[in-house]
């Protein structure tokens, strides 16, 4: 998967996807993809990097409590309660 390096506003390859979803995971293994020749590997901070169009992460590759904040729908709430 390509996405945009912000900070140096290059192109880079994830080599290891399972990372880049991995909420636990702050860094990912990527290869820039500038100049003629094949770049080195090296390791991204997730908080640096977009997608091609602009947008960012989605909260859950990148917040491994993403979703403390969210109610629970009262259907399970009341499950859990009685259960």
């Known amino acids: 998967m390509f996405l945009n390096h912000a900070p140096e506003q290059v192109l880079i390859e994830v080599l290891n996807l399972p990372e880049l979803w991995d909420p636990f995971k702050t860094k ?11 770049q080195d590997p ?3 901070p997730k908080a640096e990097l977009i997608f091609p169009s602009g947008e960012s992460l989605p909260k859950a590759w990148v917040d491994p409590h993403y979703r403390a904040n969210v109610p629970m729908p009262e259907h399970l709430s009341a499950a859990a309660a009685t259960g």
């Not at 990912?28 to 094949?38: F, I």
């Open 42 to 44: 090296e390791f991204y």
């Open 28 to 38: 990912v293994w990527a290869r820039a993809h500038a100049g003629e020749e094949m």
